[in-house]
């Protein structure tokens, strides 16, 4: 008996570090993401979906990147709503960071707080450098580009 | 205590069930309105739709595991209970660029289409159901041969008058080769099958082209000739995602595959936004199509001409604005009609523009709005007429004259 209860204590509290659920993201919450005063520290916002393939080629060098950089953050947002096979696409990549997923407004209405100049193609690619500057890229990108745009590397 | 919870919620089952079963017949009409559905977690709303040869219009849709059938003899106004095409359930894509397609086979025969995902991402299967009273379907069937667990999605279906049924779709088995022998290779390819006896049974699949684009849609349509067209977004060297045209000979083999756009997108991604194309009875071929040019994202149209051996864009323009979208178009009685969805920072609209001279000139005519989710919209042709259909979260299926 007490051993399952520590088992539970235990699983509530190793929760938190495990692969988290993903927030669904509506339009105000993704305007304030894709904010450059939101971001006090390198930060990446990626976005992906389950249908992209170039997309793991990002997710791959930005899980190497954020090995090596500490300083760096990376959040993940699925450009559709969560289901169950887009966890176990991301776990593979062991990212630490914060995991977004369309939330239930209007898809095209989150698509244009995130960036009014995309136009859904993926990867797209925000590079925050925590002093307000923002570079966005739409396509593979690679460790060289990403560390300049992040201020990892000048 | 438990006992008595117990009974009290198989009673309340009981009652739901027979409180069901009163209302269903009422409830006939919400059915038909997939935008009244319960909510599920994902509203996969891809859906297409045809007139049938009595003036109804069919719309073929996803609801659960299931392709269903809705009928509409009053243009929208009222539609009928849905019919299952797929008896046994299975799972359906009709997300994005994805969607259920619908057909009528030259005997009269009535298709219907799409791509059956397994469970591994990205993977799937093209599957075909024929009902031959239009009503009633058989069983599908998977129209390639490959049955290994990979990329068969994203299908295009066309008929002949000859009553050939043909399917063309994104298969990844030529790179699922090169990546088993560490080779490199370009984006996905293109394979097709070819029925000639309205869609009972199809010959073995064969290879359109390598390099296709991984994720957008396909069109088809049927040359000046009759020979049968397809047109997808193709991956250039080094990484130009333009657009290939592919002519079958009468037979159903592939005669070319040409270049049909210049815009030179170099990305590295996936655009998720597939062409559409429509020749006109005067045998001029309309497409549309998503790429960025000098940097800027636009839906562009333009008519593909034979120069020489080549094809080039006549006419070409920009079509909308800059949030222009997954347009689709459509030709009739001498009009050519284009629609597009286009968010304007508070809602999605529903645009069109018509021409009158060919593809020269256009007016545009707003059709409508939404504020939720929305399918890409469909131009759809009833003998003179054109009328857009749009499936909307909110308001269910929605056609819209193009007068």
Known sequence: MKKSVFAFLACLIAMPLQAADFTPLDKAAARQLLDPASHRQPTVVALWSSDCSHCKKNLQLLSTLVKSNPRLRVITLAAEPETANLGPLLDRFQLPGPR????????????????????????????????????????????PMAEKALGLRF | MARSALTTKLLALFASVLL???????????????????????????????????????????????????????????WSAPAAVNAQPEAISADGENRPKIAFAADGGLLVSWTHPFPKPNTGAIRLARADDGEHFAAPLTVHRDTAEITHRFESLLTTPDNKVILAWIDKRDLEAAKASKMPYRGAGIYAAVSHDGGRIFQPEFKLADHSCECCRLSSALDRDGAPLFMWRHVYAPNERDHALARLKPAGSLESVKRATFDRWQVDGCPHHGPSLV?????????????????????????????????????????????????????????????????????????????????????????????????????????????????????????????
């Open chain 2, 279 to 403: 020749v006109d009875a005067q045998g001029v071929r309309h497409a549309v199509w998503f790429n960025q040019k000098a940097g800027a994202g636009h839906v562009h149209y333009g008519r593909l001409v034979a120069q020489g051996d080549e094809l080039q864009v006549e006419g070409q323009l920009t079509v909308g604005g800059p949030r222009a979208a997954h347009a689709d178009l459509g030709s009739a009685g001498g009009k050519l009609a284009i629609a597009w969805k286009e968010f304007d920072g508070e809602r999605t609209q529903l645009q069109a523009m018509r021409s009158d001279d060919g593809g020269k000139t256009f007016r545009t005519l707003p059709l409508g709005a939404t504020d939720g989710a929305s399918d890409q919209p469909r131009v759809m042709r009833r003998g003179e007429a054109l009328f857009a259909f749009w499936r909307t979260e909110k308001e269910g299926f929605r056609l819209f004259p193009l007068p």
């Open chain 1, 100 to 143: 977004y997923a369309y939330g239930s407004d209007n898809p095209d209405a989150i698509a244009y707080a995130i960036d009014p100049s995309w136009a859904g193609e993926l990867p797209r690619t925000f590079l925050f450098n925590g002093a307000g500057r923002k570079e966005k890229v739409s396509g593979v990108i690679s460790a």
């Open chain 2, 20 to 78: 069901f079963g009163l209302l269903a017949p009422a409830a006939s009409a919400a059915d038909a309105m997939p935008a009244m559905a319960k909510k599920t977690a994902r509203p996969e709303l891809g859906a297409s739709a045809i007139f049938a040869p009595d003036g109804s219009l069919l719309v073929a849709a996803k609801q659960g595991d299931h392709v269903m059938i809705y009928r509409t003899a009053d243009e929208g106004k009222t």
